[in-house]
C-alpha cells in the first residue's frame, strides 16, 4: 500500500461559511461496508501525522494497543488485525459507536468518546469523509483504542467492523447526511453503518448540526420524520437544541449537547 499522503485538495466549507481545521481525505465509492465492488479497493483506517498509513489496524500510532484500557476479551493485545467483528471488545460491555459528519462541532467528537468510556462504554469511530478534514485521526485512535473507520474494505480483509454496536449517536449530523440517511442514500461507509443499525434496531440518536435557513427545508424536515418514525431519537428542537442563524455557528460550538446525546442512548 502506498504510504504517501494524496495531493491536498481544497478546503470544502460547511453551509455556514466554517473552514475544517484538519484535512485528511478517501475516496468515496458507494460501496456496501463488506462488499465492495473490487477486490483492490482501497483501505484507509487513518493516517499517522508523519504521512504513513497504519498499517496494523488496530494499533495505535506509537505502538501500544489499547492505552485507554479496550484490550481483547482475554487480555492479549491484538496487534494484528484480529479485532472481534462484533465490536464488543470489553468483556461484558456495551459498545457504542460514535458516527461523525462535517460540521463545526465534528472537531471536537473526542469529548463524546470520553464522556462514553466513563459512563462504561466501549467506543468506536466512524466518520464520512468530509469530516476526517475536521479530525485529529491519531487522537481519536488514541481515545478509542482502534482506528477510525470512515472507507469500505475489501473482501477478505480482516479489519474492522461497527455493525456490531450496541448503540449508535450521529454527532454532529449535517444537512446533508440527515437527507441521505433519510432517503436510504448509502454511498459512504459512516451513513452504510448507520442504515444497517436503523435496520437492526439499534438504539439510535442524530444531533443535527444546521443553520435556520437550511434547517426550514421541507426535504430536511421530512427527513426528520422519516428517521424518527422508524424510532430514531433526534435532538433538535428548541427545548433540546435549536438551529443558529447563518454565520453564527462557530458560536455555537461550545454548547453542543455531547452529554445530552450520551444520556438520550443511555438504558434505551
Partial sequence: MNGDRPPARSVDRTPDGQAPSHRHS????????????HQNATVNYGRGR????NTDRNESTDGNQNTRGNES????????GNENTRGNESAGGRTLCVVVCAAGPA???GVLVGLAQRA??????????????????DELER?????VRYDFRPVGDPGPTWTGADAVIVAPASFNSVNKLAAGICDT???TLVADLIGRARPITVVPFVNTVLASRRPFLRAMDSLRDEGVHIIFDRDDWEPHPPGEGDRRLADFPWA?????????
Fill in 26 to 37: 478517501t475516496a468515496d465509492d458507494g460501496r456496501g461496508p463488506d462488499r465492495p465492488e
Fill in 50 to 53: 508523519d504521512g504513513s498509513v
Fill in 73 to 80: 476479551t482475554d487480555g492479549n493485545q491484538n496487534t494484528r
Fill in 107 to 109: 472537531a471536537r467528537a
Fill in 120 to 137: 462504561g462504554w466501549t467506543v468506536r469511530v466512524a466518520a464520512t469523509p468530509h469530516a476526517t478534514r475536521f479530525l485529529d485521526l
Fill in 143 to 147: 481515545l478509542s483504542g482502534a482506528p
Fill in 189 to 191: 461507509y459512516a451513513l
Fill in 260 to 268: 445530552r446525546a450520551l444520556t438520550s442512548i443511555t438504558g434505551r
